[in-house]
């Protein structure tokens, strides 16, 4: 059978040096030289393979979610949703402080400066990080139907200050606040969980 001529790397392997790469230097930091030197290839065969690098990036960020950030995922299996909430900012403190990975968060670092012309990565990142809050405030509305919380909380309040904490983790980590620092803030953080009276 014919065909093209095979590719001479692995496109795994090379995502993944594309995401230590965006993860360390941030979208807007990053050069397509950049990326090549890292990944193994030359220009063509990333625009081919990957597309322009905004392309790239959002394969990038896909690749990250199933990767280092799976514990967003994992969280929302949990059985409770202080469970959910709970394993995802202790999750994010793990994440982000790992030593074989540059510190904070690909979708925060990633975006936190960016020139005209980086929008649409920007913008992707910001939709990504809108999502994790949707998510998380269906299911504190979920646990406050089942009598999880009260029925005076306020699930629209929490998913924000979670999600605020969630991603000042990062910001935390990538300043060098230490694993333990960030798992004793998390700690802190739970202590606004809302308790029923009624028990």
Not at 57 to 74: M, N, Q, S, W
Not at 158 to 166: D, K, P, W
Request: charged share 25%; glycine share 12%.
């Amino acid at each position: 059978m014919a065909g093209g001529r095979p590719r001479g790397f692995d496109v795994d392997e090379a995502l993944d040096q594309a995401v230590e790469v965006f993860w360390r230097q941030g979208y807007e930091g990053t050069g397509i030289s950049d990326l090549t030197r890292a990944m193994g290839i030359n220009p063509p065969s990333l625009y081919g393979t990957f597309g322009n690098k905004e392309e790239l990036f959002r394969k990038v960020l896909d690749r990250y979610t199933e990767g280092p950030a799976r514990y967003i995922r994992e969280a929302f299996e949990q059985p409770t949703a202080r469970a959910v909430v709970e394993h995802l900012l202790h999750g994010a403190v793990d994440g982000t402080t790992r030593p074989d990975c540059p510190p904070g968060c690909l979708t925060v670092q990633g975006g936190l400066a960016s020139a005209p012309g980086a929008e649409g990565a920007r913008d992707e990142m910001a939709a990504r990080r809108r999502m994790g809050e949707t998510f998380l405030r269906a299911r504190l509305e979920q646990a406050r139907i089942e009598g999880e919380l009260p029925d005076d909380a306020d699930p629209d309040g929490l998913a924000r200050y979670f999600a605020t904490v969630h991603q000042g983790i990062a910001v935390q980590a990538s300043g060098g606040a230490s694993r333990e620092q960030l798992h004793q803030t998390v700690d802190f953080a739970m202590r606004v969980w809302p308790s029923r009276v009624d028990a």
